[in-house]
């Protein structure tokens, strides 16, 4: 199903990213686990990035760390809508619609059950910062969450 955000053309990619490096580069930011906040930035071997939601992705993704990261309407230009069948680890379940309190994006790592009811997901998240951790399909209780892919994937 495609969306507007789906014909735009994409802003600057990051180099082409390995599923295997993006799980990788979601890991770093667990060892600690790094505090979620829309203002500030961490600093890692893999960069300066923003530590919310978006500049999170931005980083597991491997995209230009300039600004420290897009915002989520940001990672709609730099990936397509997949079937929830087609998920695979670093794909993203993404919330786009609405005002920024409720946009967020968590990164896909592999389903929990083989009814494909929940998986277990890296994010960003207000409270917590940085987990791993169970997610309801697709994202709890909350809708409008689409399964989105990186168009950079090698």
Not at 35 to 44: A, I, S
Not at 84 to 110: P, T
Not at 113 to 128: H, I, M, N, P, R
Request: with cysteine.
């Amino acid at each position: 199903m495609a969306t507007p955000s789906d014909t735009r053309p994409p802003a600057r990619l990051g180099p082409p990213i390995r599923r295997s490096e993006i799980i990788e580069r979601a890991e770093s930011w667990l060892r600690p686990s790094v505090p979620y906040r829309t203002t500030k930035f961490h600093h890692n071997e893999y960069g300066i990035y923003r530590t919310d939601c978006s500049g999170y992705v931005s980083m597991a993704w491997g995209l230009p760390a300039r600004r420290g990261g897009l915002d989520i309407l940001g990672l709609t230009t730099m990936s397509t809508t997949i079937d929830r069948g087609d998920l695979r680890a670093g794909d993203v379940l993404l919330r786009a619609e609405g005002s920024r309190l409720v946009r967020h994006v968590a990164v896909f790592h592999e389903w929990t059950d083989a009814g494909e009811t929940a998986y277990w997901g890296f994010e960003q998240s207000v409270g917590t910062g940085t987990v791993h951790r169970r997610i309801v399909y697709p994202y709890g209780e909350q809708l409008h969450f689409l399964p989105r892919r990186y168009l950079n994937i090698a």
